[in-house]
């Protein structure tokens, strides 16, 4: 008998099963549809990166001013610009430049963001004064027109796109960096380290940095269509990449001219920008829920 | 108050100096000559040298820094090559343009975004939530630029209901101001709408979800009272943090929609000013348009301080 009510007392309380960070992490990234979508899109668009010289129909650089113009047929499936060239083909080789630029302007702004954040957050003092009021200053420039000084200055070209782009988006990190620094050095493993005499470059480094790097990460992800966003409006503002570079958002403005006769020209790489900005935001957006709860509604 | 006020305004002053060193800088320190952008490729180095001389160039960095900052305190932003008029006497013609843009953009993401992030709250898990939510994640992701452009063929080539581009300001002819600016406004205000409503949406379903919710809910206090006196009011903050940050992005979006409808704001002469390669009118817009920025802030600060006690009385 009182064996019986035992075994019923431990069935009653037994845990569920337990399951791994990462399954747990697996299960509320992929949760909804939406995001599993998201996720497709983006490996389909990397694809289409990588592999561009393979799935262009046409060369996406070849003038052939005979064929402007042309409307969208078997051939040319989205028809030709004005100065002859295949939309399609220039539309999967812009994926590159969109990607390269994105990830690429994102991580430069993380390194420094963070950098400065850690270096703010853990030193604390005047350091912390003067980093913190110039990343104030900085955020008190829109990130476009920070973008658009910094470039008129270095010039256009995607390697000082990238650069304008992501010191313009340094402030994001550093801010983000040094709250989380805040809260991680109060922790009894860092308070430890400082009394065994542990160096600040290694407290920071293998103690403190680590674990502020989850927000960082949903961040980083959050920002990447932001970035592809912005460089698409450069190129539009003809400040981004140079001709004859093809980039989404310069399609659109060449296209803008023969909208009436031509709507395609701008409509179809103004769709691939929207399609890979909304993907990169629901899948940054999941892994904000799956990693790091507290950040969600935070934008 | 007027002590947190004083404070936030010496903040910003302090913001403003840093600005203006950071402009300075980008402008002066960067890789790339600016005098021999503006000449081109033809021109001598005498000419590079007189264009240096004259716009005080040849003088070491702190003292160009001083007298540059010394003459934008009184109202000098100097000279515009492009445009062979003072740069201040451009700004003064243009600001208004972006205010009324922009102001009117920022009104109307307030008044549509804030309440369709409260219904979606409310209505949570329901088609009009579903609705809001996936609107709201297409308007973040689109590119202002392009719906400009969609706009255009649709609105004007298509069915000829709105002009394609222009402005005439509202005290010349209103009804035409009117037609002019509804696109522009519309669109401009839809980024900062789609933040403002997944704000405000999220920051609902937190503060629902008190306590204090469920005893005014129990108390037999009427929903729509328990909604926009308890919950409302509590949500504020982080809502009233995105309108500031809204602030910024609406000046970035004008720049696309001042070029996409011919519009002659601040953006465009920004966008004119790189073309001409007219550094002493992109230096001064840059500043200008942060110092714009900032003051949104301080107000937004301020109104941080009305809403919330706390903040006034804290550090």
């Not at chain 1, 990607?99 to 853990?122: D, E, H, Q, R």
């Not at chain 2, 006497?89 to 208004?96: E, K, T």
Request: aromatic letters at 6%; charged letters at 15%; one cysteine or more.
């Amino acid at each position: 008998m009182t064996t019986s009510t035992a075994a019923d007392t431990a069935s009653m309380y037994e845990l569920p099963p337990q399951t791994s960070g990462f399954r747990r992490f697996l299960r509320v990234f992929l949760a909804r549809k939406i995001v599993v979508a998201g996720l497709g899109v983006l490996c389909l668009i990397v694809l289409m990166a990588i592999f561009a010289p393979l799935l262009a129909p046409h060369d996406p650089y070849a003038q052939n001013l005979s064929m402007s113009l042309k409307q969208p047929s078997s051939e040319y499936w989205l028809g030709t610009d004005m100065l002859g060239r295949d939309v399609l083909s220039r539309m999967i080789y812009g994926s590159r430049v969109s990607l390269i630029v994105g990830l690429v302007a994102v991580l430069i702004a993380g390194a420094i963001g963070m950098t400065i954040g850690l270096l703010s957050g853990f030193f604390g003092g005047w350091v912390d004064t003067v980093l913190m009021r110039v990343m104030d200053a900085m955020i008190a420039i829109p990130m476009i027109v920070l973008a658009m000084a910094l470039g008129a200055i270095l010039g256009g070209g995607i390697v000082n796109v990238i650069v304008a782009l992501g010191i313009a988006i340094v402030p994001a990190y550093a801010r983000l960096m040094r709250g989380q620094v805040l809260s991680v050095k109060q922790s009894d493993y860092v308070m430890a380290g400082v009394v065994t005499g542990v160096s600040h470059l290694r407290n920071m480094l293998v103690h403190v940095l680590p674990n502020c790097l989850s927000p960082l990460i949903v961040l980083l992800t959050m920002n990447l269509g932001m970035a592809i966003l912005a460089e698409a409006g450069l190129s539009f503002l003809g400040l981004g990449i140079a001709p004859p570079g093809a980039s989404w958002g310069s399609m659109v403005n060449d296209g803008y001219r023969y909208l009436l006769s031509n709507p395609v020209l701008s409509l179809a790489p103004g769709v691939a920008i929207l399609i890979v900005v909304l993907a990169f935001n629901v899948v940054g957006d999941a892994l904000r829920d799956a990693l790091d709860p507290r950040l969600r509604g935070m934008e | 108050m007027l002590t947190f006020i004083v404070r936030r305004l010496i903040m910003t002053i302090a913001i403003l100096f840093i600005v203006s060193l950071i402009v300075f800088t980008i402008m002066h320190l960067l890789p790339g000559d600016p005098v021999a952008i503006m000449l081109g490729d033809q021109a001598s180095v005498e000419e590079i040298e007189r264009l240096r001389t004259e716009l005080g160039l040849d003088k070491p960095l702190p003292v160009q820094y001083a007298n540059w900052l010394l003459d934008v305190l009184h109202g000098d932003l100097g000279r515009s090559i492009s445009y062979n008029e003072d740069v201040g006497q451009l700004v003064r013609d243009r600001l208004p343009i972006t205010f009324h843009i922009g102001l009117s953009a920022f009104l109307l993401a307030i008044v549509i975004g804030i309440p369709a992030g409260i219904i979606a709250a409310v209505k949570r898990g329901g088609w009009l939530d579903s609705l809001i939510t996936v609107t709201a994640n297409l308007g973040m992701a689109v590119p202002v630029f392009w719906l400009g452009i969609l706009g255009v063929y649709l609105f004007s080539l298509k069915l000829g209901w709105l002009p394609v581009q222009g402005y005439t300001s509202p005290f010349e002819d209103l009804r035409q101001s009117l037609r002019q600016t509804v696109m522009p406004v519309v669109l401009l205000s839809l980024g900062s709408l789609a933040t403002l409503a997944r704000q405000t949406r999220s920051s609902m379903l937190e503060v629902i979800r008190q306590d204090y919710i469920r005893t005014a809910r129990a108390k037999g206090v009427k929903e729509n009272r328990v909604i926009m006196r308890h919950a409302l009011r509590n949500a504020l903050i982080p809502i009233i943090t995105i309108l500031g940050m809204g602030l910024a992005s609406l000046v970035g979006g004008s720049v696309f929609i001042e070029q996409v409808f011919n519009i002659p704001g601040m953006g465009r002469l920004m966008v004119q000013s790189i073309f001409g390669k007219d550094y002493v009118v992109v230096q001064s817009v840059v500043l200008i348009v942060a110092s714009v920025v900032a003051l949104g802030n301080l107000a937004v600060d301020v109104a941080y301080g009305l809403i919330d006690p706390r903040i006034r009385l804290g550090k």
